[in-house]
């Protein structure tokens, strides 16, 4: 016989995957109907619902993709841009990178506009681009988390616009934990993460795209390349008309649709605010342990929900964050590339953005970093607490 699955408890302090919400799992658990069952079916529409509140948009076509989030950004990309067709992609990191492989994939002709790791991009950068070459879309990623920067959506989307080029927007990590605004800052097309700020597992990518996007799409002179990634196929799947494409993942829908129902619970605002405290709890913790942070400054370049945190000279990244996992049972990143054994990547995202999981980390940390972070623990956590008494409550900014 073989016996249960058992695995250790683990705090997930990382960039994602974060612990989802037991009611997620629990939902997860409910047992399995058909796909074009009625129940089901209102179930999506409810999901969508759902999703357009948190995507702050009135689009039609807003639904999961099936597949984890990079399925999300390769879907929007090979339904939008055409083989042979010119896209800029703002690469400061390694999500960035992502999408310019995609882009190529795709049969796309490349421009790339670069700011070095840990930069946000600077939006005049994106204007000259297009002036010197045009394009039909423009590629850039929210909230990178390899490097912890947050990148200029709103400014880049209205210098894509002047050009007559749209914006698809990786908006994985944002979503539900910082300031989003699809319809107000007129994102395109903006792709979410389910794994991060939402807490729910990862397997699922949602996305949004107006009206004109969808147009566009329909009226393609080739046909889009992926069956499995078709949005227009997805969509007709998503919409009244229930087109067969997919088996869909309905038990990661239940738990897509009650994540959702958490953050509406709670409000967007709300939890946006929890997140910049938390991520500022985090940060001030993590320096009262003398620790040294890495990238950008506090404010509007900055991920509030991910700390990046220089590895100490003369402590072994991996060796480190194995003695974290094994003696704590606490979980966080290393890093990429360039970035790789220089940094650690420590989150604070959805369920964990409080201050049960900021003590637990900063404990772990100064415990396995040795003296003097041991004796600095008790100033950490008053550190952090401050932030929590603050921070926590206050409004999100408009
Ligand atoms: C900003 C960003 N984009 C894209 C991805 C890719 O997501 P996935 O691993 O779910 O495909 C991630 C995952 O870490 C991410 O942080």
Redesign the pocket.
């Known amino acids: 016989m073989s016996a249960d699955l058992a695995l250790p408890a683990r705090l997930l302090m990382g ?2 995957p974060t612990n989802p919400d037991p009611r997620v799992l629990r939902a997860m658990a409910t047992g399995l109907v058909g796909q074009f069952d009625p129940a089901f079916t209102a179930l999506m529409a409810e999901t969508q619902d759902r999703l357009r509140q948190v995507f702050r948009t009135r689009n039609r076509s807003t639904f999961p993709v099936p597949g ?4 999300g ?1 390769e879907a929007a990309v090979v339904s939008l841009v055409e083989p042979g067709e010119r896209v800029v992609v703002v690469e400061n990191g390694r ?1 960035g990178l ?1 999408f310019e492989e995609i882009a190529r994939r795709a049969g796309a002709e490349v421009t790339v506009v670069r700011a070095p790791w840990g930069e946000p991009v600077d939006p005049d950068d994106v204007r000259r681009s297009l002036d010197a070459t045009p394009a039909a879309a423009v590629l850039v ?1 929210h ?3 390899s490097t912890g920067v947050m990148n200029p959506v709103r400014e880049l989307a209205a210098a894509a616009h002047r050009q007559g080029a749209v914006v698809i927007v ?1 908006a ?2 944002s979503f539900a934990g910082a300031p989003l605004e699809t319809d107000a800052w007129e994102l395109d097309v903006v792709v979410a ?1 389910t ?2 700020c939402l807490g729910c597992p ?1 397997g699922l ?1 949602p996305v949004t795209y107006s009206d004109a996007i969808a147009a566009r799409m329909a009226q393609r002179r080739s046909p889009i390349r992926s069956n499995y990634l078709d949005l227009t196929q997805i969509d007709r799947y998503w919409s009244p008309e229930r087109l067969n494409h997919h088996t869909a993942p309905t038990t990661m829908v239940y738990g897509l649709r009650e994540g959702l129902g958490i953050v509406l619970e709670e409000g967007v605002e709300a939890r946006i605010a929890r997140h910049r405290g938390a991520g500022a709890a985090m940060a001030a913790g993590l320096l009262a342990l003398g620790l040294e942070l890495y990238g950008q400054p506090p404010g509007p370049g900055k991920m509030p929900m991910l700390a990046p945190v220089r590895v100490p000279d003369g402590v072994d990244d991996a060796a480190f964050r194995a003695r974290l996992l094994e003696a704590h049972g606490v979980e966080i990143m290393g890093a990429f590339g360039s970035l790789a054994g220089r940094i650690w990547r420590i989150g604070t995202m959805a369920g964990n953005a409080r201050p049960a999981a900021v003590s637990r980390t900063l404990g772990a940390l100064a415990d396995v970093l040795g003296p003097p972070a041991r004796e600095a623990l008790r100033d950490a956590l008053a550190a952090a607490d401050q932030h929590f008494d603050t921070l926590a409550r206050a409004p999100a900014p408009a």
């Open positions: 960039s994602g984890t989030s990079r399925a950004m999500f992502l990623v909230a990178e988390t990786d994985v990590c993460g794994q991060k990862s990518g």
